[in-house]
């Protein structure tokens, strides 16, 4: 089959669509010909060989697919070959197959479209378990989502409203903040032009959970903006690793600081993840109530290109990889 390698020129990845080995599937497994991957920022950190796979991983790239069951392995239940699926994957989205445990598949309903179908278990998913099974946000509560036009930050947006709560969002540019607030944010600050924190206590009392992919650069203004009893979930570090923090604000209003990855979880922690979230929100995602926000597709052959242009931040949403 083929599948995208990672070769590297002058220190830089360089992305190439060639041949690799067939994929085999273990007994709980099944074989998923992909139709549609898509990237996720992880990705970009994978290429340049700073976010390895976890051990009995797929060493290629891609975090989910969408595709079509092509083999069922001996021991699972309730597939067959040649249904429609999609499925979040510890590695190996950007090949022509893909080994995916049964208990991983989620059905690829009739009316969408594959490159939707690819668009949803990343990001849903770790919306999903960091608002609400890591941050415990409840209906009346308020969240704020950086990066908010980013893929996680538009899934973020949807679930945080269809759960009752009040949604504020940082990002950084005008145009992405209009699509937040279109996506349900009530309120949406340009980080680059206004302190987030002061506009936020400048109409509020401050927030109750926290979606930061940011890290260092926000850390210290987080607790800062935190309501008593507040939770701060950290998902990645695109603003650095070391921080200061005014241990003050931690103490006095009992602050929750949680570090959380959703890759390296056990696939027993993944499976009741996936379960969660489809049993809580699925219909609503079925009904387009919760919109799949697709930003651009490129075929897989162009995932150098689709790289570039996320690393230069042009998204709003998904970047999906479609295979022939
Ligand atoms: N822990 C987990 O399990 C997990 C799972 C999935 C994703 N993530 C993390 O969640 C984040 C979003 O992922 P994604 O794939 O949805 O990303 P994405 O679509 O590529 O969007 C990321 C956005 O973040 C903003 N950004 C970049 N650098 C920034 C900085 N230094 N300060 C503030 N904002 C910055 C940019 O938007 P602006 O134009 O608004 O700046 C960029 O478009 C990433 O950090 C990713 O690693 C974590």
Known sequence: MKAIIVHTADEKPVLNWEDVPDVTIRPNECLVTVRATAVNRADLSQARGNYPPPPGASDILGLEMAGEIAAVGADVTGWQVGDRVCALLPGGGYAEQ??????MLLPLPEHWSFAQGAAVPEVWLTAFVNLFLEGKLQAGETALIHAGASGVGTAAIQLAKAAGATVYVTAGATHKLDRCRELGADLAINYKEQDFSAEILAVSDGVDVILDPVGAGYLARNAEVCRRFGRIVNIGLLGGAQAQINMAHVLRKRLTIIGSTLRTRPLAEKIAITTQFADRFWDQLLSGELQIVIDSQFPVEQ??????????????????????
């Open 303 to 324: 995932a150098q290109q689709a790289h570039d242009y996320v690393a230069q931040n042009r998204n709003i949403g998904k970047v999906v990889l479609t295979v022939a």
């Open 98 to 103: 893909a080994a995916v445990p049964g208990g």
